[in-house]
């Protein structure tokens, strides 16, 4: 059986049912069923937009977003989705601070809740830098399926892993 390199983590029972759903043609049929379209956010100009209404909504109090874009560069083999930046710089007198969010170019074409999932995810790390119980807690308060839909984009990649056709 092939390694599920995006499933390390997870029990062995339900490692062996996703290799019954590659084996079966399944896995494509799961997520188009539960994922039907991609999202609609194809530069960085609507990303960024939509990456600051998730700020906007959940977390107004936090420094603002300085860029959102889509970065070509992100291997998402190396387990980074998206990244987070936390920039300073002196200005003459002034240190100016930019957050910026880079995600991986590859989600260009997937799921809005895919998309969302990553963006709440980065803009959680602007509040909490470790994957601790306060960081996961406020990904779930910005997006109450996050943990599902963290599953789902594993299944996602693992797909793509395992296929050369595209699912959308």
Known sequence: MKELKYLK???QTVQEQVHGLIQNDGLKKYLLKK?????TYSNDKALFSYAMDLKNQYMKKSAPLSKV???GKINVIHNALGTHHFISRV???K???KNEIRIASMFKNVPQEFLEMIVVHELAHFKEKEHNKAFYKLCEYMQDSYHQVEFDLRLYLTFIDSNTEKLY
């Open 9 to 11: 983590g997870y029990s």
């Open 35 to 39: 994922y039907p379209k991609p999202h």
């Open 69 to 71: 874009v889509y970065d």
């Open 91 to 93: 200005q003459g007198s």
């Open 95 to 97: 240190l100016k601070a």
